[in-house]
């Protein structure tokens, strides 16, 4: 069982920064692939990024890839979404999700644990 616990939203003007966090229990941390996900009013859950287990390889939705960077401290068992250039349509609440293989993908149906959210607003 892997419990996750996200933090750092906020509001933030566009243009701005934001650095979200992610704190997982359990001891085998590197065996789990570690992804970012979002979800707007009214819209389907999204992929953000993800970064794999032993932190080696990382992925990013074109929407992304030039302005979000993923990365992981294992020894802290912590995950961390660096947000910059954000935009209005950023907003969203983001969740971090783990996924039981060190393997990444940026599909939500193979991320068994996931957190409870934490709120991103971009102010234009």
């Known amino acids: 069982q892997v419990q996750l616990v996200e933090s750092g939203g906020g509001l933030v003007q566009a243009g701005g920064s934001l650095r979200l966090s992610c704190a997982a229990s359990g001891r085998t941390f590197s065996r789990y692939a570690m992804g970012w996900f979002r979800q707007a009013p009214g819209k389907e859950r999204e992929f953000v990024s993800a970064?794999?287990?032993?932190?080696?390889?990382?992925s990013a939705a074109d929407s992304v890839k030039d302005r979000f960077s993923i990365s992981r401290e294992k020894d802290k068992n912590m995950v961390y979404l660096q947000m910059d250039s954000l935009k209005p349509e950023d907003t969203a609440v983001y969740y971090c999700a783990a996924r039981p293989s060190p393997l990444l993908i940026d599909q939500a149906y193979g991320y068994a644990y996931w957190g409870q959210g934490t709120q991103v607003t971009v102010s234009s």
């Open positions: 970064i794999s287990g032993s932190g080696g390889g990382t």
